[in-house]
């Protein structure tokens, strides 16, 4: 009998019937996620409605010797929810109830499947003027569990930080089904921030399956403007000088000349033709002193050549500024068959010139590029259309992603802001790392799940070159992941 | 081997005269009564790298240390061979005013380095008002600072780290970047790690430009569930105050004949704080004080005080507080709804003829400081029962009850951490992990599973 034959029944056993999907087609789907990059056949794929059957579902795996894979909505693009080996899949759709929400205490309890926006619908619904801050790109359909995982970003991580900094306590199924809490609603805690190691860790280190997390007042005012720049240097600049100022926006976003131009053509913002770069960035706090702010962004972004900034004056205008941004990436693959999103971050001073480099590499290779970056986070993301249809054209891919990683590690910063490292850099991640710190992260993997059942096969670099973006274009003629 | 056979085989293997086995030198670096046998002053992280692998070879037991400020939490040492001392790594490699971070070594006071950033007109806001302490005790023991609500706790600061791993290697985790996700959150986990899974060598951090404006409210009343509920009331509102403070007892008494300090009358204190904006900082002290003297305040005092200023008022009420006397300091984490029947708990609790207490709530953190004084005659062990009890009602809430300082004898019979339950075991299976040969503050933390 086969892995699959001798699980499932003891898995609908456990779970009910319609908790396990195994059906050739269901299985498919699961092979992938809004990565490039295809996936193994998996065992199967349970749908969880609690803490106690994950603890069944992960001890019934270890039992079996059987690798587990937690997965969200899967719109991971770095491949981290993508199976390598028999794999279980452990999906948390049913897992999404929001059980507590305490403004006393600036937190709110979920489990792993609430939607990020159903979250914050739901916290607006209740009219405390409280809200949850993290907002990734994908907040529309990713959940929090697939944020934890991730340790997510967004457009407000200046001010307000990325996931980690709103994530208070986890609870977490460890590889042998232990059911352990870490952190918890109080800040003051003794001992390690296991909470912190974990979010981000990729589903690597155990399951998570309810999440603490804080919860921070409305603020009273929020302004959102426009300051169109000659070029990407001068608006980096820009922010540079706000930032040294004293001054901390909610957020500093940048878009490039070519950018501009796509998003301009489903999006009427009106960016002009002459304008190089776009920053567009959000004030907020309380209204006291809002207007001198105002003027003072206004005159460092004039002292740096800006041709022309505005205030939106409207709910409608602010919304247009920010859908520009937010569609940027659905505008982009609209171009062509595949987009390739890189991310990557860089001391926020040099951000100009790391954008410089991003072009310059990829124009070496005959690749168009447009940027999109957090720029108040150094946090880049050059967008590369590829047809992977082309095989030179998907190396030249692949040997820019690499080149623009190495660039951004030697300019002292990461090969990753906030989408993680997945299998598509794995090899890149020993950029950044030596031999000797490698093996200190994976002492803490040997620690938590010592046989390697959790998401294995992720982060750490492997022999061959894994995130080849050619790989994965193989892989759509049935090839698959080494 | 002798301490000075000790210091002299330390000497020969890092090529330079850095320790010293000389009884008066040591002196100062006992823990709980028990003496190292060498103290190890290393000049480079590379130094701090070989000794580990040294003590490794050897099989000594490693103490890190900085001031010693936050050494009395610890549990007593089984094995102490070596004080390593970091405080001669003390230089800025880099202060990047315009990325807005500084990479400092772990010795460097935080007195020091507030002095370094404001002469750039920048703050790192962990570090106000303990001067003393060092970058490294910081992170050991992942202290916030008073005005953690406005700024956030070292997790919410840190960038990156050096640090030199038990089995000698010299490591880099994180980069001078605000979003790194590349690997393991490893400077995470070094936070609160009591020195237990390697030094800290130097360490990165997002510093802040000094904020236009400060300004500071105390407010009295009369008993403990006044001043929380004021301070609930600030916390739901959409006022963004940087510290909202609960002190009672001596602390009440101390910021009392702090000088030139008009402490409006009560049993209880909340002071509270706002950096920004100067009109922000001006609209958010008239609105706070109506909250305040809504909320039953006997009177709000405002002082235009520096952020250092307040922080060592604080500090001061905390912890100057007869230090020449025994003392006992529990720290307890709960809810910020918690804090006032948790305060209030101990108190009772704790309250044994002969001592005085005072107490320091971080209302936001949910962290109270309960400093119990007495004559020596008190004899402290036999608080054991009552530190028993408030750990399981605080158990029962969901928190936690720490033993920031005590005599050797109530340590030795309650223990300093209490049950951490399943994350400990996590913490111990790290350390194993990551320390195998136990080389780091052996016994000092978790209980340790090689020496039973």
């Given at each position: 009998m086969s892995k699959r034959q001798i699980l499932v029944p003891q898995l609908q056993r456990l779970l009910g019937a319609d908790a396990v999907l195994h059906a050739e087609a269901d299985r498919f789907v699961y092979a992938y996620d809004a990565s490039v990059f295809r996936g193994t056949d998996v065992l199967a794929v349970v749908l969880p409605a609690n803490t106690e059957q994950v603890a069944q579902v992960v001890r019934l795996a270890a039992r079996h010797d059987v690798p587990i894979i937690a997965r969200g909505?899967?719109?991971?693009?770095?491949?981290?929810?993508?199976?390598?080996?028999?794999?279980?899949?452990?999906?948390?759709?049913?897992?999404?109830?929001?059980?507590?929400?305490?403004?006393?205490?600036?937190?709110?309890?979920?489990?792993?499947?609430?939607?990020?926006?159903?979250?914050?619908?739901?916290?607006?619904?209740?009219?405390?003027?409280?809200?949850?801050?993290?907002?990734?790109?994908?907040?529309?359909?990713?959940?929090?569990?697939?944020?934890?995982?991730?340790?997510?970003?967004?457009?407000?991580?200046?001010?307000?930080?990325?996931?980690?900094?709103?994530?208070?306590?986890?609870?977490?199924?460890l590889a042998d089904g232990e059911v352990v809490e870490v952190g918890g609603g109080s800040a003051t805690r003794p001992g390690m921030d296991l909470t912190g190691l974990l979010v981000g860790s990729e589903g690597t280190l155990g399951v998570v399956t309810r999440i603490t997390m804080r919860i921070l007042p409305l603020p009273e005012t929020v302004v959102t403007q426009l300051a169109l720049f000659p070029d990407v240097s001068a608006a980096a600049n820009a922010v540079s000088g706000i930032m040294a100022a004293g001054i901390l926006p909610a957020a500093l976003e940048l878009l490039d000349r070519r950018m501009m131009a796509l998003v301009d053509r489903f999006v009427h913002v009106g960016y002009p033709e002459h304008a190089g770069a776009a920053l567009i960035i959000e004030l907020d706090g309380l209204a006291d002193g809002m207007d001198r702010e105002l003027r003072r962004v206004a005159e460092i972004c004039n002292a740096h050549a800006a041709l022309e900034i505005k205030t939106a004056q409207s709910a409608a205008e602010t919304e247009r500024l920010w859908l520009s941004r937010r569609a940027a990436y659905g505008v982009a693959a609209s171009f062509s068959p595949t987009v390739y999103v890189m991310d990557c971050t860089v001391p926020r001073n040099l951000l100009a010139q790391a954008i410089a480099g991003v072009i310059e590499i990829c124009d070496a290779r005959g690749l168009e590029v447009v940027n999109l970056a957090h720029a108040g986070d150094g946090n880049l993301h050059p967008l590369i259309p590829v047809d992977r249809a082309n095989a030179a054209q998907a190396a030249a891919a692949t040997e820019a992603h690499h080149e623009i990683m190495a660039m951004c590690v030697a300019m002292g910063g990461s090969i990753t802001g906030e989408h993680g490292v997945g299998v598509e850099k794995q090899q890149e991640l020993g950029l950044m790392y030596d031999a000797d710190e490698l093996a200190g992260m994976q002492a803490v993997k040997r620690a938590l799940d010592p046989d390697g059942r959790c998401n294995p096969h992720k982060i750490f670099p492997l022999r061959g070159n894994v995130g080849d973006i050619a790989v994965g274009a193989a892989s759509l003629d049935g090839g698959r992941l080494p | 081997m002798s301490a000075c056979e000790v210091a002299a085989v330390v000497d020969a293997a890092l090529g330079a005269s850095l320790a010293t086995g000389d009884p008066v030198a040591l002196e100062p670096y006992r823990l709980d009564g028990v003496a190292p046998r060498a103290l190890v002053r290393p000049q480079t992280p590379e130094h701090v790298a070989r000794m580990l692998a040294l003590a490794a070879e050897r099989g000594w037991a490693v103490v890190p240390w900085g001031r010693g400020h936050g050494q009395g939490c610890g549990d007593v040492p089984r094995r102490y061979d070596v004080a390593l001392s970091l405080r001669r790594l003390d230089a800025i490699p880099d202060l990047d005013a315009d990325n807005l971070t500084v990479t400092a070594e772990a010795g460097i006071s935080l007195g020091e380095l507030t002095q370094r950033l404001g002469e750039r007109h920048l703050v790192l806001p962990l570090a106000l008002g303990d001067g003393e302490r060092t970058l490294g005790g910081l992170i050991a023991a992942n202290r916030a600072g008073c005005k953690r609500l406005l700024y956030g706790d070292p997790r919410d600061l840190l960038l990156g780290l050096r640090v030199a791993l038990p089995n000698g290697a010299l490591v880099r985790y994180g980069r001078k970047v605000i979003k790194n996700v590349a690997g393991y959150d490893m400077p995470k986990l070094y936070l609160g790690s009591q020195g237990l899974l390697g030094v800290v060598v130097e360490a990165t951090f997002k510093v802040q430009p000094l904020p236009d404006r400060e300004g500071v409210l105390i407010a009295g009343f009369s008993g403990g569930p006044d001043a929380a509920r004021a301070a609930q009331a600030l916390f739901r509102s959409a006022l963004g105050p940087a510290c909202l403070m609960l002190l009672l007892g001596r602390a009440v008494q101390s910021l009392r004949r702090y000088p030139g300090l008009d402490v409006p009358e009560g049993r209880a204190v909340l002071v509270v704080a706002f950096d920004g904006r100067s009109a922000a900082v001006q609209r958010q002290m008239a609105d706070a004080g109506r909250v305040l003297l809504a909320q039953s305040a006997t009177g709000v005092a405002e002082l235009p005080a520096l952020a250092a200023e307040t922080a060592a008022m604080l500090e001061d009420a905390a912890h100057g507080l007869h230090p020449e006397q025994p003392r006992v300091v529990l720290r307890l984490g709960v809810l910020p709804t918690q804090v006032a029947d948790a305060m209030a708990q101990a108190v009772g609790t704790m309250n044994v003829p002969g001592t005085s207490f005072g107490a320091v709530g971080d209302y936001s953190a949910g962290r109270i400081d309960l400093l119990l004084t007495g004559e020596p005659h008190i004899g402290w062990e036999r608080l054991d029962g009552r530190i028993h009890e408030l750990r399981r009602a605080m158990g029962e809430r969901g928190g936690s009850v720490v033993l920031a300082a005590a005599p050797r004898s109530l340590k030795a019979k309650v223990g300093v951490w209490g049950d951490l339950q399943g994350a400990g075991r996590i913490m111990q299976r790290i350390k194993a992990q990551l320390d195998p040969r136990q080389v780091l503050s052996p016994g000092r933390f978790l209980p340790d599973p090689a020496e039973g």
């Open positions: 909505a899967g719109t991971g693009i770095n491949g981290g929810a993508v199976p390598r080996g028999d794999a279980l899949v452990i999906e948390f759709s049913r897992m999404n109830r929001i059980l507590a929400v305490e403004p006393d205490n600036r937190l709110a309890v979920m489990e792993p499947g609430v939607v990020n926006q159903d979250l914050k619908a739901h916290l607006s619904a209740l009219g405390y003027g409280f809200t949850y801050v993290p907002d990734p790109g994908s907040q529309v359909v990713s959940t929090i569990g697939g944020n934890v995982g991730n340790n997510a970003g967004g457009m407000h991580c200046l001010k307000y930080g990325v996931t980690a900094n709103h994530i208070l306590g986890l609870q977490v199924v | -």
